[in-house]
Every structure is written in structure tokens, then in C-alpha cells.
């Protein structure tokens, strides 16, 4: 069943410049239970998806229901299932960090002494106790950001909504956020959130959506993303130049496609199926020849590979190089 | 960071939906409270400003005007002055925390969507209320008396801060729709400063040039002093009598001018907060 549905939603934004389609036909859907990330570039409509499905604005165009609660018309509704934490941290600067989370259990109407437990509790959670009684004020922006999220898990909701929820995080609050995130989801905590990191998407969400103006021009799990660009690859590196051509029929003889050079034309690589054997089988053929390599190994195509690929220029440049080098080559 | 426990009822819901207002409102206000608690300036601004306008006000001009008992007469004139300024609290506070995000939380929680408003609001009537008694007090030691009766300065009293309470609404509006803290405030000091002092606040009308006399006779400041020194027994029967209508009738008007802004700004201001949200 899906938590969270979104059908042709549409934001315009009146900018002095004119009009800005931020939201340009968003499809959405995201079963229960599952992360579902938001890919984009920047100014591609995430934080404003994030708005309308949270009822921070209302869409333009297009229906959106969280938890079957239609958004705009059922907003109060909705907030009671859903926490969020948006892409700039939502808290008072005169309240303590105590204070701040305490206040938002108030007005989830969870009760005095409930409120003052949670807040305890989620202080201890994202490790802010020593700092759990000074004004937010004097917080650095990575406890700031913590304890906003700390905000969104205050009911326990079923639903979380978190717009870059690691930006500005140190390496080890990062890992941490992810260890929360990921608990969460095994107890059953529906998740939508936007990144930048692609790592992030890769390790924390079940589906990725890639949006780009205002539109999903992608979607699926990380691994069926990646496929759609071309399994694994094997590249490797030539001392010697005077090798290239042995190590190049090399390539092709257990390669799934034509060998690409690239630069100095002692780096090459080749579309592969079964990696492990491939790369072995090149190995040995290499050794034989007497050919000596500076580097050899798999690659395997990133998210980045995809996000770039999927959003624009500089995956075209990169094919325009790769077509005037096959010229140069051939 | 450890293991989340087991999902909770999310908002579960305690209380009728009034009691819910209530809770809402009161919660809003508590931050409002310790915010004034927190924010020196606001401290300063609120206690220290009263005393030094009464004292400067009574002691330096008392000399220059040409009435028996200017002290008597500048008080009402400082109360409906500190009050307005007092007011305008409200604006900023609502641009600031649209700049600062907290907006968007409030927004996203099952919260009354007045809430927010009503803490803000009586913020400002705290800091207000705060401020009165203050100045009551400096104005009692330098002479001010209130000469009709309990209710005359009660009635008195709740008028400045009626009148405060319903500007800081519209205040609030004006913060909501600028977004920037900076403008509102000195918004609030380009428009409050001639708006106070072109009216019966420091001088009485009958010394002012005709045109400033015009304006400030309908000027609802004017009523607001009017009416405070009808209601503490500070008017002066030596002056000839006020010729607008507002004046001959200030407690009227200034009732009449509470209930207009409250109509008014209250539902758009409820609209308003409806659909903001912060970048
Ligand atoms: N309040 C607004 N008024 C006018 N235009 C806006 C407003 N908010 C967003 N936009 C525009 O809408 C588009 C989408 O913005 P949005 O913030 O959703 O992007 P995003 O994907 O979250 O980007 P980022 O990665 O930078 O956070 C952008 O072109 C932005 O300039
Ligand atoms: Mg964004």
C-alpha cells in the first residue's frame, strides 16, 4: 500500500523574473515501510516536493495524500502522522535544546511529563546532554541540525520527512544519522528523504527518485539505477605506452564491448559481465605478454555515474570526449 | 545515537479541542516569555526606556510648558507611547522567526493555527504590561496622581493595553508579510515616532500650528492619551475643548478602534500564517 502518493503535482512560484515551475508534474509513490529518496540537483524541486507533501504550501496543481490523507485538504490530519525536518533547521535560538523539544511534544499534545521524557531521551540520542540546557543560540550548526531532527522523531511518527538530513554533519554524526535512520525503518517507519550524497541514497534508501525540473526523470533501486548505465568495467593502467595495443586486444577478447582509451591512452577500460573472471582472465593474458601495469581493478558504475548521466551536461561532455578519442583511436 | 524504541500513538490527542487551544496558546506564549526572560535588550527596552522617558520627560521639559502640572498631564502621553512601541514587538518577532525557520516546524505540527499568534501577541502584552506598572510607578514618584477612582484607572490601565494588544496584531501582519525584522523595526520608527509626537501625547493640541493641529486632533494616538487622561483625572479644564469627534468622545472611539483591528487583523492574520513559510 502506498504512504505516500503523489499524482502531476505542480508549484509555481511568481518570481520577479517571471513564473518558476518548481514542481512540474511530480509522480510519486512510496509503499510503507520503505526509504524513498529524492535525487536532484540543486533548484531541482526537492525541498518544494518536501513542502507540499509535508502541507508547508499548498501545490499549484496536482493531488498529494500522506498516510491517505489528501495534503491539502486533510493538512491538520496529516500532521499528526508525519514528522519533518527541513533543510534549514527549524528551532527556536532563545530555547534551550531541552526546551525546543519539549515545546514540540506540547503541541503534539503529548502531555507534560511525556514531553519531558522524550525530550531526555532524544538528547541522549543525538548526544547533546552537555549541551542540553544552553539557548540553541550557542549551538554550532551541526547540533542545531540535530536537534531539529531530533524534533521530527519527537511523536515516533510514521512517517518522516527529511530534506538533506546530513548536510553540515560531521563524518561521525553522519554514520550516526544513518544508524538512526536505519533503525527507524526497521521498525516499520515509512521515510522520504532528499541528499546530496549519493553514498547517502546508495546506502540508506530502499528507492531512489531522480528529480530534475521539477519532474521525476528516474526512478528505481540504487542497483537498477546503476544498470541502466552499464554493469562493471574493468579499467586498468600501462607503464608503457608501446604496450597499449597487446593490452587492448587483451580487453576486447574478454570484454562485453569495444576497449575505450582515455588521456595518455595508457588508461583503458572495457564493459564487462562477470567481473571477477574477466579481470582474471585479462590478468593472465597481460602477464603472458609481458605487459606491466600500474593499475588494474574493477569499477563498478556509481550513483554518480547515474545522477550525471541522468541530469545533464557533463555526462554529454564526457560521451563527446569518449566519441573524439574512439576517432583518434581508431 | 542508540536503537529507536517502539512507535508511539503519534499526536495522540489529549483533550477537547478547547482545552487543545488552550494548551497551544499557552505553549506558544511560555516561549514568548522566556524569550523576554532570555533577550536583554527586550529587558531594557521594557523596564529602563519607561523610567527614563518619564524622567526625562517630567524633569527636563516640566519647565518649558506653560501648564501648572506638566507631570500629570505627559503621563498618559508616555503610557500610550511606551505601549505602541511596545507593540511593535510583535512584528519583528513574527519576521524573525520566519527568517529563522521555527515557522516551517510550527507549520508542520498539529498545532491551532492561531497559536503561534496569540503567544506572540501576548508577549507583547506582557512586555507592556510590564512596562506600565514600571512607569506607574517612576510617575508616582515624580508627582503623577490619578485623581478619579479604582476604575477609572483600571478602565485607563486596560485601554493602553487593549488598544497595545490589537496594534501588536496588525504588527504581526506587517511582520509576516515583510519577512525582514530589520524593516519592520525601523518601519515602526520612521511611522510611530511622528504618528506619537504629532499628537496631545507631550503638548497640548491647542500650542501646535493649525495643519499639525488638524492632523493630530484626528490622530487616534490622540484619542488613546485622551482617553487615559480622562479615565486618571489628568485633563486640564484650562485648555479649550477638543473640537474632532474622536476627542470629544476618546473612550468610545479608541473601544470602537480595539474591536476594528481585532476584526480585522485577527482572521487575516490567522490566513496569513496559513500559507507562510520560511525560504
Ligand atoms: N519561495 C520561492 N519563490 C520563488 N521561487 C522559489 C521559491 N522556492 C523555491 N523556488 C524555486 O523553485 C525551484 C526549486 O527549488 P527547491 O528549493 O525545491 O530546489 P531543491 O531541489 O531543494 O534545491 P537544493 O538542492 O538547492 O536545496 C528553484 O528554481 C527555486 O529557485
Ligand atoms: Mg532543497
Redesign the pocket.
Known sequence: MAIIEARGLTKI?S?KTGP?H?LDGLDLTVPKGTVQGLL??????????VKVLTTLIKPTDGEASVAGLDVVREAKAVRRSIGVSG?YAAVDENLTGFENLDMVGRLYHLGKKESRRRATELIEMFELTAAQNRPVKGFSGGMRRRIDLAGALVTRPEILFL??PTTGLDPRSRLGMWDVIKNLVSDGTTVLL?T?YLEEADQLADNIAV?DG?KVIAEGTSDELKARIGGHRIELTIIDAADAGAAREALARHGAGEPRSSGDRRTMEVPVEEGAIALQRVLTDLSEAGVQLHDAGIRRPTLDDVFLKLTGRIAEEDEATNEAELEKTT | MSVVTEQGTPGSSSGSPLAQWFSDGWIATRRNLIKIKRVPDILVFTILQPIMFVLLFSQVYAGAMAIDNYTSFLMAGIFAQTVIFGSTYSGSAMAQDLKEGIIDRFRTLPMSTSAVLIGRTNGDLMINGISMLIMMGTGWLVGWRVTTSFWGLLGGISLLLLFAYAFSWVMALLGMSVRSPEVINNASFMILFPLTFISNAFVPLHTLPTVLRNIAEWNPVSALVQSARVLFGNTDPSFPPPTSWTLQNPVITIIIGIVLMLLIFVPLCIRKFGSISS?
Not at chain 1, 536532484?40 to 516536493?49: F, L, R, W
Open positions: 512560484y518570481a518558476v518548481a536532484g540537483p540543486n533548484g531541482a524541486g526537492k525541498t518544494t516536493a533543510q530534506d538533506e532528499t546530496q528529480i521539477g | 525560504r
